[in-house]
């Protein structure tokens, strides 16, 4: 379900003669993790270049000649999702800043649970602030960083951290990739012909050309200068606990996560779902188009016919104009219509990835009621979630978390559905692959690998 | 495919508080049917307001002011495809004059057969052309008619008129609806509690909580006023003959469509497809959206199992830097990619709507094989489109379609796929609701219902 | 005094490597006729190219491209000021229609007086109108005379127009220049090298290196194709009665007007003033810029010093945010600022070019004494304006013109000045060039040079 | 002239209902100052908000919602002007940054000396940089400071700083100017009804309404919070050196600068000048708008006509398209067109207030003398300039300083003028009020004030 906000994707490339450009495709292929803003800073070797600018990858980059003043054959991108206010123009990424060590850009994926602290006592020593972005901590820490190499002093600086980094730095001369000992985010390293290249999902790689090799492993620091790639630790014994949502609803079914491809994985969750919880129906309809695969899933094991119920409506942009006068269900008409004839007398079964406050799935039924499908029946490929996320999934607070408040049957009737049926936590565990110890679940049952300051909690929880 | 050009979508609304705010939502939901402008007209019963422009409908209307400012209970809305050009803009409808009647307002999805006749002879009787519509020569007729009465003279202008018409046509008190005695485009009307609705899609309906009532009869004029609706006669004897390419692709599969679910016609057409073509593979996909119902009827009756194996990339806008060095399959790449644990390895079926040039087809198919794919067979839900269209489907030159010039077999060499199967124009026919002397299929046996002239054809052939 | 608004510019160049560059020049010099649109049509000799849009001529020709892609040896241009409205894109100049003669380009500077006439009749006959543009008119009578040549029919449209034209007519091989037989506004020919170059004052020649040969003749007919320039006749007796007014107001000091410098007759008029209206004061000063001229002649036949008393901020765009607090003089203050050095305790002249409605000279007047004037004298370098323009002048309503309902001695109370003097129509008519008798002088006394039909009375003084 | 660019603008206001809109209109009246950016932050008591772009200020905040949204009664603002480049946004002013402190922001006009020093101690220490404004640095040394008290650390940082500062700091509750002990640029307290107002020059303050009181002192510390308004000293001894400039050419002739009306001083000039440079000729002429006053001073002194001979247009906006083909005098014409008729066979005196590269006025001679001038004097009102500026003045380098590498004579001979007289340093500083002592004049003589470090120099004379 489309109730909470989407992540960030984060893209670099070395030795390119189009770095900016590849740059730029690989955010377009990643504008789902991300639609509110987006930016690319590119090396020639001496100096850095930057564009950022809010809005889709293609309005930030309307211009060619935009792209096209990007020179040099290495560069970092970054597409956002992000709060609104006067200042959001300066929180989009990469950041970009001068220091003892010369132009130093950097671009962020994932949430630190300490932020504040780390704030508080930067600001204490007299470092000042031109955005609330995590990103610019991360740079003040490596900039204080006393430490005599400047290798040393971003580890130094990263050691600080708690909490999801999927991260890229680049110098004018370096570009360094890192990623937090518990691998929350994704990140994984492709290459294309001469040129490296990290992104967040392999889609980013599909249409560049560049072959996904492996991912960035827990607690690493890769380093690609003009001798190559090596690769160090940050200096923290890493512990896998990847995000399962990545699973369940932000990656792309066509990119590989975490070393899987999300395609199979997530069509496994919907097997496994028909196996818990079975529907006596007529037909299995997803939630175009983040459903889909689960849906299929469902509908195989379950071998009921897999239909198209309700048509997506792609053309949504940034503002839409409401009218005043109340339509039914408009907020949910606006992007899906039902299909009368598919509907129309059946029992339908509708898979959805997640539930999280409730109010539009409510719509949507309703919706599909009055196209005439008999009975509803909810299946959701993922367990209730009832607990905040504190490393970068942006979750309504808990209190609009409806899982939080009702039980399975309470949620049934406030949905106005005949039934409802959600993935228990071990059946997801046994549909993503390898180690179950390897996934962060705390969404789902507050086991949160990296433990959480209180700041972090109320500002969540408020 | 997405080879050719889709269509204009039109509509009207009266006695409505919100008019200009319908229509607006209206045309969102039309706007797989035109993306390059689109505009509304609004009558507050004496005088009009117009807003136009070029670009997607949450483009042209971006500020509330703007669809405020268009004031009145009644209005008549347009999105249109359209050649680019310095001129454009002018093109951009619903047009409005001033003529001895007071202002006139039109818009209009169709082609005329005659226009260059009409257009020619208007301007040796000194009549002045601002754009190159057939809006404007439809107007012209209009004001340059003797007949006693304003539905006089219009009955008389669109006596005048060869080709395709859905027309709606609005001065300060009154809307007109009116079809061409073929009904080759759709035209349908509805009603929300005291208003009359009139669309080209009934998803337009939908969203505005509309609901259908009947189509707008072959050479049928409706008009409606403070006095209600009366329904007319144009003056020439109906004859259907309706773009059977509407159900093949246009329209929304949510959209009722000469009276009938797309999407139930839709489906038939693989179903129909798969009993003539069937094919010896693991997997059926389509080539998401437009062939996705089509795909699911053949997956149906083939008992194979409908997957994912493309996933479209939805961000597109109009503008698209491009890299300079060449990708591979650069151009649907950037649509769509492979889902590879989907293909490995695998006998596949892609199931197409519609071939015109084969050019990106052949790159798509290229891609599958890369993404392994061990077969690719594809299977086509319409027969070959050997002849131009005259009636408003922009179809490239006869020279460039595929089929004009090539057989089958070659064409499946062309694409580099393991077989190929077009849906034979009985089975088409089979497939379509209703008597199947009610469909124009020109485009597939050059059985053109209305006589195109000389100047026409070399437009189209040269 | 700016409270009318000005007149439009129009600029036409043949034989010219870059001759929508040199139109744009020319515009640019002549942006005080008109600062709400603009735009140039060009030609190749085949077809033409037109680009016009709402605003300063740099923001409707912001990237180079746009003029780049204006094609061809042949330019039209067009400035213009305009009332405000949904519609009115539509009416910015020149205007381009197809016709049975091909494409025809129209750049119209002043007003006719039997608009409403034409504009019926045609309309009666079948015509339809897009725009509310005399131009729209004269197109249409253009297109619709049966007359066999071309120029036949363009002389049978003029004929049938009645007020004020300065014309420029363009089609791909042609161009055309057009006055009135009173010749009510200027127009100009000029030449560069192998170019000939028609425009509304000779300022817009000097930018671009053009020479100054002769005004165009009253009822004359210019043709300028490749055979060269011939002069015709419209067929109208001559009758000179060019407009007063823009030798007080309207044109650049530095250009030339009627044939003679509108700077030497601005001067003129000032001593003039001065001898009727002697001041017994310390200081002069201009209301910048447009009064400049004259006061310095003022001051020089007063020998008195002439100052700097107000300073204009030039920066003024097109929007202004308003505050919501009132603020003393503050729709004067934001244009000009008194400078107090000058005035304290000053006896002051200030010479004004005109008294429209007489309330911005109010507030000035104020502001003056608030910054230490002792004694404010008004001189004003033109005769009481009490009639209404119909041929091009857009001066509010006879009710709100000042001196039509008050004598001067009331304007001098309502102005709460020490003294106040306008010149007398005859002082104006010896210090304008030439004989008396060729001067419009309508607007001062009545006496209207072309009848004017009620309807545009009604227009101008309800 | 106009070969060098202007300074920026400051404006603070407290306790005003609308302050940004005060400071919006402020900022307008000082657009002199700074055409490239502009900005306004403003605080409610609690919180701050920013609102900066790139433009003039009417383009900055063309729509009104923008600046309502800067809520609260208390604001500062700044026009700049800038280089341009890629993060030339960045730098655009007020800063505003989140220190230990809360929100600070600032607005600063002037040049540091040991900006190059002060940002690599900084950085060495740990610091980063975002921007590349002094405005940055002032704001990092506040937060470094370990001073106990707010205003003790503010202290502490600006007696770190050298060279010229006139700065606005606000906090959500305080609003704090000060000025380097030697009061190089202009800034002025002001009072309007409960509201204090501090701008850099008083044409701001006289458009808000507001009085002049008195200057910010040299070296001063002023406070403005709830409990009113206390001055207090940065802790260095005073040592006025005022940018005599000011008066040559920057401050509007209608505001006070440094306490004396520049108007008064800049018709010294011209006086001063026609005494030691005397010239026989006809007629005087300024070079609009910048010389206007001088040249009147001239005239005066001299007995001599003073005429418009030059008119300027006023409508150039930041993009000019320029045409391929070679225009004479284009550059100079683009601004300023002759006046032929006062021109025509006259010896013209032409006073202009500076020569820096000496090449504008070498075309605008050659124009004068095309358009019928027989000879051609320029006097200038200042000295040659024969230095750089470190102090905020943004000349060419040394090099291209004319002055620099020609003699008087040799000047003459470039501009190919009749006669060339400067004014004398004691001749200025006679016209200049005040004591001699109290003036800058390193650029026509070297006497640098703040001594200049060795980066700073190869800065400027590269």
Same mark, same amino acid.
């Given at each position: 379900?489309?109730?909470?906000?989407?992540?960030?994707g984060?893209?670099?490339?070395t030795n390119?003669?189009?770095?900016a450009e590849?740059?730029?495709l690989s955010?377009y292929?990643?504008?789902?993790?991300?639609q509110e803003?987006a930016?690319i800073i590119?090396s020639?070797?001496?100096?850095?270049?930057?564009?950022?600018?809010?809005g889709?990858?293609?309005?930030v980059f309307?211009?060619a000649?935009?792209?096209?003043?990007?020179?040099g054959?290495?560069?970092i991108g970054?597409t956002?999702?992000?709060?609104?206010?006067?200042?959001?123009e300066?929180?989009?990424q990469?950041?970009?800043?001068?220091?003892k060590?010369?132009?130093?850009?950097?671009?962020h994926n994932?949430?630190?649970?300490?932020?504040k602290?780390l704030?508080?006592?930067?600001?204490?020593e007299?470092?000042?602030f031109?955005?609330t972005?995590?990103?610019?901590?991360?740079?003040?820490?490596i900039?204080?960083?006393q430490?005599?190499?400047?290798?040393?002093?971003?580890?130094e600086a990263l050691r600080?951290?708690r909490g999801?980094?999927?991260?890229?730095?680049?110098?004018?001369?370096?570009?360094?990739?890192?990623?937090?000992?518990h691998?929350?985010?994704?990140?994984?390293?492709?290459?294309?012909?001469d040129?490296?290249?990290i992104?967040?999902e392999?889609?980013?790689?599909?249409?560049?050309?560049?072959e996904?090799?492996?991912?960035v492993?827990?607690?690493e620091?890769?380093?690609i200068d003009?001798?190559?790639m090596?690769?160090?630790?940050? /200096?923290q014994?890493?512990?896998?606990? %990847?995000c399962?949502f990545?699973? *369940?609803?932000? &990656?792309? =079914? @066509?990119s590989?996560?975490?070393?899987?491809?999300?395609?199979?994985?997530?069509?496994k969750l /919907?097997?496994?779902l028909?196996?818990e %919880?079975?529907?006596?129906?007529? *037909?299995v309809? &997803?939630? =175009? @188009?983040?459903?889909n695969?689960?849906a299929?899933?469902?509908a195989?094991?379950m071998?009921?016919?897999f239909e198209?119920?309700l048509?997506?409506?792609?053309y949504?942009?940034r503002?839409?104009i409401? =009218?005043?006068q109340e339509?039914r269900?408009?907020?949910?008409?606006?992007k899906?219509?039902?299909?009368?004839?598919?509907?129309?007398?059946r029992?339908?079964?509708v898979?959805?990835?997640?539930i999280?406050?409730?109010?539009?799935?409510?719509?949507?039924t309703?919706?599909l009621?009055r196209?005439?499908a008999r009975?509803?029946?909810?299946?959701?490929s993922s367990?209730p979630?009832?607990?905040?996320?504190?490393y970068?999934?942006?979750?309504?607070?808990?209190d609009e978390l409806?899982a939080?408040?009702?039980?399975?049957q309470?949620?049934?009737a406030?949905?106005?559905?005949?039934?409802?049926g959600?993935?228990?936590?071990?059946?997801l565990l046994?549909a993503?692959?390898?180690?179950?110890?390897?996934?962060?679940?705390?969404?789902?049952?507050?086991?949160?690998?990296?433990?959480?300051d209180d700041?972090s909690?109320t500002?969540?929880?408020s």
């Amino acid at each position: 379900m489309d109730d909470f906000k989407e992540f960030c994707g984060i893209i670099g490339i070395t030795n390119h003669d189009e770095a900016a450009e590849m740059a730029y495709l690989s955010l377009y292929s990643m504008q789902h993790r991300g639609q509110e803003g987006a930016g690319i800073i590119s090396s020639d070797g001496r100096q850095v270049y930057r564009h950022v600018g809010l809005g889709l990858i293609n309005e930030v980059f309307e211009k060619a000649e935009t792209i096209r003043g990007l020179k040099g054959r290495m560069a970092i991108g970054h597409t956002r999702y992000s709060t609104t206010g006067s200042n959001s123009e300066a929180n989009v990424q990469p950041i970009c800043v001068n220091s003892k060590d010369g132009p130093l850009a950097l671009a962020h994926n994932g949430n630190l649970v300490n932020s504040k602290r780390l704030r508080d006592k930067l600001q204490q020593e007299g470092a000042i602030f031109q955005t609330t972005t995590d990103s610019e901590i991360i740079v003040h820490l490596i900039c204080r960083s006393q430490a005599p190499r400047f290798l040393d002093r971003i580890q130094e600086a990263l050691r600080q951290l708690r909490g999801a980094f999927s991260l890229l730095i680049m110098t004018p001369e370096m570009l360094i990739a890192a990623r937090d000992p518990h691998a929350i985010r994704p990140l994984a390293l492709g290459k294309a012909v001469d040129s490296l290249v990290i992104a967040s999902e392999t889609c980013a790689m599909d249409l560049i050309g560049a072959e996904y090799i492996r991912d960035v492993e827990p607690g690493e620091l890769i380093v690609i200068d003009k001798e190559g790639m090596k690769s160090e630790s940050i /200096g923290q014994a890493p512990c896998r606990k %990847h995000c399962i949502f990545e699973f *369940i609803y932000f &990656s792309r =079914p @066509d990119s590989r996560i975490f070393g899987e491809y999300v395609d199979k994985t997530r069509r496994k969750l /919907g097997k496994q779902l028909a196996q818990e %919880h079975p529907a006596d129906a007529d *037909i299995v309809i &997803s939630v =175009p @188009d983040s459903s889909n695969t689960a849906a299929l899933g469902f509908a195989r094991r379950m071998d009921l016919k897999f239909e198209l119920g309700l048509i997506r409506n792609h053309y949504i942009g940034r503002t839409f104009i409401q =009218p005043h006068q109340e339509i039914r269900d408009f907020n949910v008409k606006v992007k899906f219509n039902p299909v009368g004839g598919v509907l129309q007398d059946r029992r339908v079964v509708v898979v959805e990835d997640s539930i999280v406050r409730g109010t539009t799935l409510r719509l949507l039924t309703s919706m599909l009621r009055r196209a005439g499908a008999r009975e509803v029946h909810i299946r959701v490929s993922s367990p209730p979630v009832r607990f905040p996320c504190y490393y970068g999934m942006d979750f309504p607070t808990r209190d609009e978390l409806i899982a939080n408040t009702k039980t399975v049957q309470e949620i049934q009737a406030f949905l106005n559905v005949d039934s409802l049926g959600y993935l228990s936590l071990d059946g997801l565990l046994e549909a993503a692959p390898g180690d179950p110890c390897h996934y962060c679940t705390a969404c789902f049952n507050g086991d949160y690998p990296v433990p959480v300051d209180d700041f972090s909690k109320t500002q969540h929880e408020s």
